[in-house]
């Protein structure tokens, strides 16, 4: 019997890729493409869908030659803590605006890991904060309000 190969968590990465590459190709398939200069609707769906398949690939094939690597039992917490930090932020930027829901998402998103440290979490949160705000609220002019209602009025 030969020895089991391939990088099991690798090769289902590299599933998933092909399978959203693949979607995307289908549900683009009757709009039109158009061309690099005149891009229609359909252009970057195929794109996309065969970014993702080439993706998939290249990490796929490598991992068919390797030794063989299980994949491990998923843990709940992580999934949970990580889901509910997403929600929570989602509800939060809208409320407590984009700097409060940051910090909340990323403080609440560190429980998914208990061997976080603290300090290093406070540095992670606050330059996330910092370079998120950046970026989507003034480079991005994403409509979300930086702080909270209550903090702003009357200024």
Same mark, same amino acid.
């Given at each position: 019997?030969?020895?089991?190969? !391939?990088?099991?968590?690798? $090769? ?5 890729? $092909?399978?959203?590459? /693949? ?9 039109? @493409? ?11 769906? *195929?794109?996309?869908? =065969?970014?993702? $398949? /080439? ?9 068919? *030659? ?11 917490? &992580? ?7 997403? $929600? ?28 976080? *440290?603290?300090? =290093? /979490?406070?540095?992670?949160?606050? !330059?996330? =904060? ?17 702080? &909270? @209602? ?6």
């Amino acid at each position: 019997m030969a020895a089991r190969k !391939g990088d099991q968590p690798d $090769i289902l990465s590299a599933a998933i890729f $092909i399978g959203f590459g /693949v979607l995307a190709l289908f549900l683009g398939r009757e709009l039109p @493409a158009g061309s690099l200069s005149q891009m229609g609707p359909g252009y970057l769906p *195929r794109a996309v869908g =065969t970014l993702l $398949i /080439v993706l998939g690939l290249a990490v796929g094939l490598p991992a068919l *030659r390797r030794p063989f690597a299980g994949i491990e039992r998923i843990s709940p917490r &992580p999934v949970l803590v990580i889901t509910i930090s997403v $929600i929570v932020f989602a509800y939060a930027a809208t409320h407590l605006g984009f700097v409060l829901a940051s910090l909340l998402l990323i403080v609440l998103g560190s429980l998914a890991d208990p061997g976080g *440290r603290w300090r =290093t /979490v406070g540095l992670l949160a606050v !330059g996330l =904060t910092i370079f998120g705000a950046l970026v989507f609220v003034y480079g991005l002019g994403v409509q979300v309000p930086l702080w &909270p @209602a209550f903090l702003t009025e009357g200024t």
